[in-house]
């Protein structure tokens, strides 16, 4: 507090978007919308002998000005502020709190001393029992916070202990095409999604979209263009590259299907050939015909064909009726990923078997059935 009002004190509050000093003072004269105008009778009112005023920024309506008004005013002597505390004088335990390799660190022992402070902490150890720190791939320096102070400065001469990730995977075997759901055990990552610490994996190039994260395993799902190259993962900026672990030997391929065009207004039992299809149940296989064009700010339109049979050269599925148009056909096996697509695309036609009559009148008038 820098002083006291005494008798009387008032208050006017000015929104606008500007705050010229001239400006500000007519508008609260004028005081539109105020019926009783109470913000001119302040402003008048001669017993007011001291004014402070402040102006700043608006959340909502961008600027403001605030006038206080007073009778009297009293300035108060300013206290002289208190030293800071610094290390050693005296800190107690509970008033310091240590992170590290982003985790919490649980103080161990705390030695405050007459010039410093002395302390040991340990961080916590993940649950799956592998007896690893939860810890963070990077450049970590110890963040020490004092209450009521903040974070102790560092010394720059003080060396960044570094971490990186830790990759423990098998083999994995997943689509050129992308949709492979792949697993990436390891150490040393981000702990969820939103506080991820920049982890990220690419496969080829490509990125593999994550779909969750913790401390000691990745999920991701791969798309086109993931192929028998480096996979890297990413964490909080360092990298680890792995050459060896994922290919894409093998998997479902679709060389053709029958019948090359179908009605969109009856059903049509489809039939895809191809290889690798392999010979899981029909439920593990989703044919699905993806529209080659949209209509504006919508998605293309999907049709699931429903699947009959499978042998790993043959796929049978039933395709319902559907719109006019080329469409793409996409093979989704549970586990996999997408297939291969070598074939060209399908086409709902309508198609006209007969005309009858075929001839008729120059003049018109000639009733005809269409027959398709």
Not at 15 to 33: C, K, M, N, Q
Not at 39 to 52: E, L, S, Y
Not at 267 to 288: H, I, K, Q, R, W
């Amino acid at each position: 507090m820098f002083g006291q009002w005494q008798t009387d004190a008032e208050e006017s509050i000015y929104y606008g978007h500007g705050v010229d000093a001239e400006f500000v003072i007519f508008g609260l004269l004028i005081d539109d919308g105020n019926d009783k105008r109470p913000n001119r009778d302040k402003i008048f009112n001669a017993a007011f002998t001291k004014i402070g005023v402040a102006t700043g920024s608006h959340s909502t309506k961008t600027k403001m000005a605030v006038l206080n008004y007073a009778v009297t005013y009293e300035s108060m002597q300013q206290p002289t502020p208190a030293p800071v505390k610094v290390p050693g004088y005296p800190w107690t335990q509970d008033e310091v709190s240590i992170k590290f390799m982003g985790s919490p660190c649980t103080i161990a022992t705390f030695n405050a001393g007459a010039t410093q402070l002395e302390m040991t902490c340990t961080i916590p150890v993940n649950s799956n029992n592998d007896n690893k720190a939860v810890a963070v791939a990077g450049d970590h320096i110890p963040e020490i916070h004092f209450e009521g102070t903040g974070y102790a400065i560092v010394d720059p001469a003080v060396t960044a202990t570094t971490l990186e990730p830790v990759l423990t995977v098998g083999n994995i075997n997943g689509s050129p095409s992308g949709g492979t759901l792949i697993t990436l055990p390891g150490s040393n990552f981000g702990f969820n999604l939103q506080d991820s610490f920049g982890t990220g994996v690419t496969i080829g190039g490509t990125e593999c979209v994550l779909t969750s994260v913790s401390n000691t395993e990745i999920k991701c799902k791969t798309q086109a263009g993931a192929a028998n190259d480096s996979l890297i993962v990413t964490v909080n900026g360092k990298t680890l590259t792995d050459d060896t672990h994922y290919t894409t030997a093998g998997g479902p391929v679709i060389n053709s299907y029958s019948p090359l065009t179908a009605s969109p207004v009856i059903s049509t039992e489809m039939t895809l050939t191809g290889t690798g299809f392999g010979t899981d149940a029909p439920a593990n296989y989703v044919v699905t015909f993806i529209g080659t064009t949209s209509e504006p700010n919508k998605p293309p339109k999907e049709i699931i064909c429903s699947t009959i049979s499978v042998t790993d050269t043959e796929i049978k599925c039933k395709l319902p009726g559907g719109k006019m148009g080329a469409y793409k056909i996409q093979l989704l096996k549970v586990g996999y990923g997408y297939a291969v697509n070598n074939a060209a695309d399908f086409n709902f036609k309508l198609s006209i078997t007969s005309i009858t009559p075929s001839q008729g009148s120059f003049e018109g008038g000639t009733p005809i059935v269409i027959r398709g």
